[in-house]
């Protein structure tokens, strides 16, 4: 079946530092990927949607400039979330759109913490 | 705005027991709904159901739409303690490969 891999699944950085989050799709080609934050005892939050050669579209709410997304081929999108701040720590998964006849196939998600 | 709530938010059992989790949804443009289990790390697919009144069945899952009532239940019989988990409902914005997230219902399955 389709797999999307994210890496890394955790990672512990300083504050003022950015994180690089990988999400690349292995066997099969992905236009539209999808990065969600989710907090603890909460659902996903559609923080921005990547699309292949072309600019994120980011939800309301939701700095560009701090969560910078590129999606530079059809199987690889990246979140780097610039200048970390502990409230920026939390759970972020990528998704991605094809793969499957059902919709998303998610990645493993990032848990991210900020000291 | 569009909007998917579920419910109840929290819900604790004992095995055995059977459940009914909801999730209605306000979407303008609806494709799909889709219902997932979250444990530790990513969702894990469920159901995508598209049409009204036809159940789905997986084991001892079940789910059914409701497109006039705009709702969609999930029912799981003879529930396991394996079933605790998150249970995430979500609906597809046509045209956009888009999904919107119901607020999960937490699930605790008691021994």
């Known amino acids: 079946g389709a797999v999307v891999s994210q890496h890394p699944s955790r990672v512990i950085c300083k504050s003022g530092t950015s994180v690089k989050i990988e999400c690349r799709s292995l066997?099969?080609?992905?236009?539209?990927m999808f990065w969600y934050r989710q907090f603890p005892k909460q659902s996903l939050m559609l923080m921005a949607t990547s699309n292949e050669g072309s600019k994120a579209t980011y939800e309301q709410g939701v700095e560009k400039d701090k969560f910078l997304i590129n999606h530079a081929s059809l199987t690889l999108s990246t979140l780097t979330v610039t200048s970390a701040h502990p409230e920026d720590s939390s759970f972020y998964i990528c998704?991605?759109?094809?793969?499957?006849?059902?919709?998303?196939?998610f990645g493993s998600g990032t848990r991210l913490t900020v000291v | 705005e569009d909007k998917v709530v579920q419910s109840p938010l929290s819900l604790v059992v004992h095995e055995g027991d059977t459940v009914t989790l909801n999730c209605s949804y306000e979407v303008t443009n609806f494709r799909s709904l889709l219902w997932y289990k979250q444990e530790k790390k990513a969702p894990t697919f469920l159901f995508m159901l598209t049409s009204s009144g036809i159940e789905k069945k997986s084991g001892r899952l079940s789910s059914i739409l409701d497109k006039k009532e705009l709702f969609s239940i999930l029912n799981i019989t003879a529930t396991q303690t394996g079933d605790s988990a998150i249970y995430l409902c979500?609906?597809?914005?046509?045209?956009?490969?888009?999904?919107?997230f119901g607020t999960g219902t937490r699930l605790k399955v008691l021994a």
């Open positions: 066997d099969f080609q992905a236009t539209t």
């Open positions: 979500a609906v597809e914005v046509s045209g956009t490969y888009k999904y919107i």
């Open positions: 998704s991605a759109h094809g793969g499957s006849s059902y919709g998303y196939t």
